[in-house]
C-alpha cells in the first residue's frame, strides 16, 4: 500500500469559490425573477480579449507550424532566447536591468510560485501575509513546511512590514497585490532586500500586477530596489497584463547572484537548482505562445495591452468613487484591479456578501476566504463591463 503525503490532510478545502457559487445558485433558485439582475465582481479573471499583436502572433506561429522548414518541435526549457530576451528587454524600458539569461519562461506564475518550493528544505522559517494569495500558503503546506503569518490590517495599509525579532528564511510577498490591491513603495521593499540581506533570507516576490501600477514612483520589480538580485526570485505573468489567463505564459527572474551554502559548507545557486528543476520536470510553454507572447512585449503590443488596463481602470475608480462617498475605507483601484473595503455596519465577510446578493444581486469576494485579517472586509474587481460595474456601484450607493 502506498503511504500517502498526509499533509494534503492539512490543506484547507479550496471553499471559497465553490461557495460562492453555491449561495449564488441557492439565490438564483430561490429568486427565478432577479436570477437575470445578478452582477459578479467576485471573479478574478479578465474579460477582454486577447490584443491584436497576441492574435497576430499567434496566427503566425501556427502557420510556422505547418511548414517542415519553420516546424518546431522541443525547444529549450527554460524558453526560447527571442521570448528570455523580449522579457528582459521589458524590463530594461521599465527602468530594470535584468539579464535575459535568469529569466525562466513558464505557463503560469501559480504554477512556479508552487513549485519553487521544491528549491527549499523543510525546517526554513517561511513568512506570509494573511491576508493572501492562497496558493503560497496551500503549496508549503503540501509540502508539510510551517508558515509564519504576517498580519496585514488597516493599520500597516495591508503592507506587513520587516518585523527584526522574527528571523525568517523565505519570505513571500505580492505588490500590487490581490486581495488588498495594495502596493509597496521603494523605500518599503528596500526595507524588505535590507531585512533579507541582513539575515540571509530569500524573497519570494510576486508582481503578476506590476502593470497595472499607475504611480511612475512606485516599483513595477522588486529588482528596482538596489541589492533585490542577491535576495530576491521574482514571478511574472502576462496573465493579467494581456489576458493570458487561458493562454498561459508566465517568467520568472532567478538571478545568478543568488547562491547559499549549504549545511557542510558547499555553495548552491538557486538559478542552477531552478534550471535542473525545470529541465527534469518541464518541457517548455509551447512556442506558438511563447511567440505571441514576445509581440505582446513589444512597445506596440504593450499599448495595446494598456488599454485594456485603463478599460478595467475605469471601473475600479467608479468603485472607488463610490466607497469614498460612503466614507467606505478602502486599498486598491489605483494601482491594481482590486479593491478592497471594510464591511459598512460591522458586518462580517459573508454577511456582507449575502446582503449585498439578497439586496442588490452584486455578487463579490468575502475577505476571509484570503485569510483571519480578511474578516470584516471585501473584494471587488474591475474585471467586468462598464456598464455592468456602474450599474452595480448605483445600486450599493442606494444601499447604503
Ligand atoms: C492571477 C495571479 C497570478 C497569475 O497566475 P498565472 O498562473 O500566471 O495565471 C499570480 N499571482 C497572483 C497573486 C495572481 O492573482
Redesign the pocket.
Same mark, same amino acid.
Given at each position: 500500500m502506498p503511504k500517502l503525503n498526509e499533509n494534503y490532510l492539512n490543506v484547507q478545502d479550496s471553499y471559497l469559490f465553490a461557495e460562492i457559487a453555491r449561495r449564488v445558485k441557492a439565490y438564483e433558485e430561490n429568486h427565478p425573477d432577479k436570477a437575470g439582475s445578478i452582477i459578479r465582481l467576485g471573479i478574478?479573471?479578465v474579460t477582454r480579449p486577447l490584443t491584436k499583436s497576441a492574435v497576430e502572433g499567434l496566427h503566425k506561429a501556427v502557420d510556422e507550424q505547418t511548414v517542415s522548414e519553420t516546424f518546431k518541435g522541443y525547444g529549450p526549457e527554460q524558453g526560447y532566447e527571442f521570448a528570455r530576451k523580449a522579457v528582459a528587454d521589458y524590463y530594461a524600458r521599465n527602468g530594470v536591468s535584468v539579464d535575459a539569461d535568469d529569466v525562466f519562461i513558464? $505557463?503560469? =506564475?501559480?504554477?512556479?510560485?508552487g513549485n519553487i518550493t521544491e528549491l527549499f528544505a523543510q525546517d526554513n522559517v517561511i513568512l506570509v501575509p494573511d491576508p493572501v494569495?492562497p496558493?503560497y500558503v496551500d503549496t508549503n503546506t503540501m509540502d508539510g513546511k510551517k508558515i509564519i503569518y504576517m498580519n496585514g490590517t488597516e493599520e500597516n495599509d495591508f503592507l506587513p512590514m520587516p518585523d527584526n525579532n522574527v528571523k525568517a528564511d523565505i519570505i513571500y510577498l505580492?505588490s500590487p497585490?490581490?486581495?488588498t490591491g495594495a502596493c509597496y513603495n521603494k523605500e518599503q521593499l528596500k526595507a524588505w532586500v535590507d531585512y533579507a540581506l541582513a539575515n540571509e533570507a530569500v524573497i519570494l516576490f $510576486?508582481s =503578476?500586477?506590476e502593470a497595472f501600477v499607475s504611480e511612475p514612483e512606485l516599483p513595477r520589480s522588486i529588482y528596482a530596489v538596489e541589492g533585490a538580485k542577491k535576495c530576491a526570485i521574482e514571478?511574472?505573468?502576462?496573465?493579467?497584463t494581456a489576458g493570458?489567463?487561458g493562454t498561459?505564459?508566465?517568467y520568472t527572474v532567478v538571478p545568478k547572484e543568488l547562491v547559499f551554502a549549504t549545511s557542510d559548507g558547499k555553495e548552491l545557486s538557486l538559478h542552477d537548482m531552478w534550471n535542473r528543476r525545470q529541465s527534469t520536470k518541464f518541457n517548455g510553454t509551447p512556442y506558438i505562445i511563447q511567440y505571441a507572447a514576445a509581440q505582446v512585449f513589444t512597445e506596440q503590443g504593450m499599448s495595446e495591452c494598456m488599454e485594456n488596463i485603463s478599460y478595467y481602470m475605469e471601473n475600479a475608480r467608479v468603485i472607488a468613487e463610490t466607497l469614498r462617498k460612503k466614507n467606505i475605507p478602502f486599498t486598491g483601484g489605483v494601482n491594481s484591479p482590486y479593491i478592497w473595503f471594510k464591511c459598512p455596519n460591522g458586518m462580517e465577510s459573508w454577511e456582507l456578501f449575502d446582503h449585498l446578493l439578497e439586496n442588490i444581486q452584486v455578487v463579490g469576494t468575502p475577505g476571509a476566504g484570503f485569510g483571519v485579517n480578511g474578516k470584516n472586509y471585501f473584494r471587488l474587481t474591475s474585471f467586468g463591463t462598464h456598464e455592468k460595474t456602474k450599474e452595480a456601484m448605483e445600486r450599493f450607493d442606494k444601499l447604503f
Open positions: 478574478g479573471d513558464s $505557463d503560469g =506564475a501559480k504554477s512556479d510560485t494569495y496558493v505580492c497585490n490581490n486581495p $510576486d =503578476a500586477y514571478f511574472c505573468s502576462l496573465s493579467k493570458f489567463t498561459r505564459f508566465s
